[in-house]
């Protein structure tokens, strides 16, 4: 099997919890440097990727200038994301972007167009299409179960107090920071909305960054309503679906997150899977007009299936996974939600 050598830009909590540990269960992919500005933290794991035979650089120009080297993946903070991008795209190496891809949708057009020009892939990594629940909600609509959808929410609430003051640009907020996986995803499911409501704002940051936001996203008879709050002690349902013939709900969100964080990684007995008392919900009427309640089993996530994605575009010549025109969508989306404060509504 012909294998794709990548390299990372960045060394935190993202490259460590939501990329590195996934790839040590794909040898078709081969980690063969990681940059960062300094290498402050992480210290087992850089032991780690030394004794596998990584190289660990604090210049980028060694990343971008090395002819192995065919991808790299972004994982710096989001403000660098546009800039890093272009010079990793100019320097002929396909690139994948952690979420947010960039700030504005001329820089995401910008990136595309070029990705396009020199034949290189760009894609920002979406892994919570990959999220145990949204895989649930997908198999739902997948069969059809509840008819024709008409009312999706979804919630992906904490309860995590502060007193905070944070002034700072919108990209560092909530709002693109979570809120482009929760709109990515319905946007994967739906496409592009007709319109939507916004409220995004400061909820408990005594300062202007958004640490709160409902967005409602309209179409033709569907509305999909997704919120985030830190302040949120009972748990919502993460989604919950009424159509034309019945309703889907689902509460707790995917175990990868909890699973990493206890040290079970990838690749070890029951990691990501659902408990039986969190399997989703079915109340259904079937082709006989009966009425049908189900639990339905959890398939198991798996944010790897990025990488395998990139992998299949890179070398296999398929399609991406994050389309230009989901991408440009998720993008102009959180543009027009932070482009003028309060509740507004925009159209697309």
Known sequence: MTQLVIAFAGFGKSANRYHL???KQRSQIKVKMVYDHRFRHY?????DLRADGVELTTDFTAVLEDPEIQMVSITTPAATHYNLAKQVLLHGKNVLVEKPFCETSEQAAELLKLAKETGLIAMPFQ????????????QVLEVGYVGEPLTLESHMDHFRPSDQFVNSEPINGQFYGLGIHTIDQIVALFGQPKHVFYDVRAQQNQGT??????TQLF???????VTSSPLVAYTYPSFVLNGTRGSFIKYGIDQQENDLKAGIMPGQSNFGIDTPSAFG???????N???????LPTPQGDYGRVYDAMYAAIIDKQSKLVTDQQLLTDIKILEAGVSESGPHVSSF
């Open 289 to 295: 007009g009966d009425w049908i309640e189900k639990d």
């Open 209 to 214: 960054l958004d640490d709160y936001y409902e």
């Open 219 to 225: 179409y033709s008879k569907l509305k999909a309503v």
């Open 281 to 287: 919900h079915l109340k259904y009427l079937n082709s």
């Open 127 to 138: 892994n919570r299409r990959f999220d145990s629940d949204y895989l649930a909600l997908k």
């Open 21 to 23: 540990p996934y790839l």
């Open 43 to 47: 210290h087992k794991q850089q032991d």
